[in-house]
């Protein structure tokens, strides 16, 4: 007699184990301890197995019953198929998709090459991921996923205008196919197809000052009629002095200055390029230093410009732009912009040839060294340019005066 549901909820265990019998070698198996197993019987190449199906509740008896309907097609089939070894192979394909889900790829690319980034890029990176291409293709296999799929994520953070951020997500995608082509887990980049599908915007270059409005930017910076914080002053004259990134500016660390030798030593992963880099520090530029250690040297902080609400952590990225904001020229430079203004001004003011400028602002030349890097090349050169044109602002502040003894030494 084939079992039904009542049967089959009202079967109460006994001391041993016994079996319900439901024909073509299924049954539930009810252990003594209350457990209701469901089990299918069979042989395959002269051999008896036994197939686990489940719970009874969880599984209820038509569900018990359809799988064994499916086990005994693969049985039937021409050749016959092992209904366990079909069920391992499947739960190995299943396992394989997962480990080679475009999620699972990623992250794996993400670990690799963050040792390789500063902290911050390799966040952006991971938010980027985790906001705008997980929710929508993460457990895709990656070898499967197309253009069109791809395009239909990128449209969705297009959508939101953000057509930098955007930009972004498919290099990102396409890096990550690359990786998944040398790791052997696809064979295609998806993204690679989709170049020029994407809105892009026009080009804008950092606003930056000219050599007629600088002498008025530099005037309203020793007025400090804005009366911004004096560490926040000092980081917009170092920014100028200096000429390197914000992100480098406002993470440098007292760590990396060496007083003896006047030279600033940034390390690979806090540079654009990831390569060390060396910023020669002019008399001015040292006064700074040493005004600012005066004033943040009992935080007992390693970052020169802390925060002036967190002093354990470095000034957010925005501060020394609303400082330019403040002092009047929000609309005529940004933080970024001095570099831009240092390469031109070098240039035509003091006449330093352009190799040791691109040098300086640690861009990749056309040298037949391509992506050989020496950090001290052209130093001596270097530091005779950044005196110079610490002089040539200090001039322009003081009204054609080079006064070291106020930000110089004596």
């Not at 020793?222 to 480098?248: D, H, K, M, V």
């Not at 031109?344 to 330093?352: A, D, F, M, Q, V």
Request: some cysteine.
């Amino acid at each position: 007699m084939k079992l039904n549901e009542k049967i089959c909820r009202n079967a109460k265990p006994k001391d041993k184990p016994y079996k319900l019998f439901d024909g073509e070698g299924l049954y539930l198996l009810v252990q003594p301890t209350g457990g209701k197993l469901w089990r299918m019987k069979y042989r395959f190449q002269g051999k008896e197995k036994v197939l686990a199906f489940g719970s009874y509740p969880l599984l209820p008896l038509a569900e018990a019953r359809e799988r064994k309907y499916q086990a005994r097609k693969l049985l039937n089939a021409a050749p016959p198929i092992d209904p366990m070894q079909a069920r391992q192979d499947q739960y190995e394909d299943s396992v394989r998709q997962t480990q080679n889900s475009f999620k699972a790829v990623a992250l794996e690319w993400h670990e690799v090459q963050k040792e390789r980034w500063s902290t911050g890029y390799a966040d952006k990176n991971l938010r980027i991921l985790e906001m705008n291409i997980f929710p929508h293709v993460g457990d895709r296999p990656i070898a499967q996923l197309t253009p069109p799929e791809v395009l239909k994520c990128l449209r969705q953070v297009e959508n939101r205008q953000a057509l930098d951020i955007a930009a972004k997500t498919r290099q990102i995608f396409s890096m990550v196919f690359r990786y998944g082509i040398q790791t052997g887990k696809c064979e295609h980049d998806a993204a690679a197809d989709l170049r020029g599908a994407l809105k892009t915007r026009k080009t804008q270059h950092y606003a930056t000052l000219d050599a007629k409005t600088l002498p008025a930017f530099l005037h309203a910076l020793e007025r400090n009629e804005a009366r911004l914080y004096e560490r926040t002053r000092r980081a917009i004259w170092f920014s100028l002095l200096t000429f390197q990134r914000p992100g480098e500016i406002r993470q440098a660390q007292w760590s990396e200055i060496d007083w003896e030798a006047k030279e600033w030593h940034i390390s690979a992963e806090k540079m654009k390029m990831r390569r060390p880099h060396i910023v020669p520090l002019s008399h001015q530029a040292l006064r700074i230093l040493e005004e600012q250690r005066e004033e943040t040297g009992h935080l007992n902080t390693d970052w020169i410009f802390p925060s002036q609400v967190k002093p354990r952590q470095p000034m957010s990225d925005g501060t020394v732009n609303h400082g330019i904001k403040r002092l009047g020229f929000g609309e005529q430079m940004v933080a970024h912009g001095f570099r831009a203004l240092a390469r031109t001004l070098i240039r035509e003011k003091i006449g330093t040839d352009s190799e040791v400028i691109e040098k300086q602002l640690a861009h990749k030349t056309s040298s037949p060294l391509g992506e050989a890097y020496d950090r001290t090349e052209f130093l001596p050169d270097r530091k005779k340019m950044m005196q110079q044109w610490a002089d040539y602002l200090d001039a322009l502040a003081s009204g054609g005066k080079v006064i070291r003894a106020k930000f110089g030494v004596k």
